[in-house]
């Protein structure tokens, strides 16, 4: 198949481009988009057909269900049976926005687009283009993050094409996104709502808005055999650069001082190893291929960054990486949880 690419400047869409990306998804057909957090690969939620391709386009287990993109509050009374009042509170503080929320689903959505759950996940994302191209193409949109499956989620058209080209018929190229890592996922089908994924609205952010809100315990550590994560797709080797990625732990200065150690070594034996820094250490490293991941001041800069550093070093073929670690609270819970993943969670202590 030939993928179409296709560039738009987000600020003036053109809306020729989105009306054809609308008709190929009208039509059961595929094309990934850019939102605020990473790009979507695109398919009609409603046509299990659709779904299918999907799945396959991505080689993502059928069991992984998919998130639903809408453009208007309105879409959501199809797709669920109920929408409880938190559900309510937090779609008027965050959508359109980085959130997705699991409702009980309706008998519209195909089990082909839920991976055979009686639950489905909805998200409104905040970004002029997916918005567009929801509207125009009059159906809700089933969009997993837009890379082969296990790879780095993509945050550029160029990671969409070097995972799908020739796969989907269209990618919209809208620039870099902003935000970096996927949405948080919250199931609010309980009475205390959960958050079976941490991102960028931060479990503060929702507190503020509904009180207590749990978190899966799945998501904070390895997932053994017994222990079921609630997101089916959070059990899944994830995020995974190809190299083996240790991460180190403790004070700084320490962990810089063990980097530049470890590396020394492999550089004697012909290791090509990938340092993941940050821009507070990174001329502190003496050896390797060093990549700033962002500001340890500004932590949306790590979550930009994040997934871009990871697939470079796919690209410099390195044999292994080290990588400091960041604070877990706040947007950091969700940095390290991807970075705790990419990394199978093998962390040690310096
Ligand atoms: O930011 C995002 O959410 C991006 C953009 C494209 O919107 N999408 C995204 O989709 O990250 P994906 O497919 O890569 O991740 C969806 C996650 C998976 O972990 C999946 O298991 C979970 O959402 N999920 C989907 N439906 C669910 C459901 N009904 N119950 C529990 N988890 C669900
Ligand atoms: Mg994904």
New binding site residues.
Partial sequence: MDTRIVTINPEHIDTKVIEEAGRILKRGGLVAFP?E????LGGDALNAESSGKIYAAKGRPSD????V?ISDIEQLDKLVCEIPDNAKKLMDAFWPG?M?L?FK?SGLVPDGT??G?D???V?M?NHKAALELIRTSGVAIA????NTSGRP?PTTAAHVADDLSGKIDMIIDGSAVGIGI??T?V?VTSEIPMV??P?YITMEMLEKVVGKVGIDKAITGPVSPDVKP?????KYKHYAPKAELTMFKGELKNVVEHINNLTDKNVKSGIKTGIIACEETKDMYKAGEVLSIGSRNNEDTIAHNLYGVLRKFDDMNVDVIYGETFEDNRLGQAIMNRLLKAAGYHVEKV
């Avoid at 992984?64 to 998130?67: A, D, E």
């Avoid at 969009?143 to 837009?146: E, G, I, L, T, V």
């Fill in positions: 939102t957090t990473v790009y979507g992984n269900p998919l998130i993109h980085p997705t699991i689903k839920t991976g759950l639950t489905v996940a998200r994302p969009a997993p993050s837009a989620s996927e949405s996922i199931d079976l994924r991102g609630k997101a089916p797709g959070m």
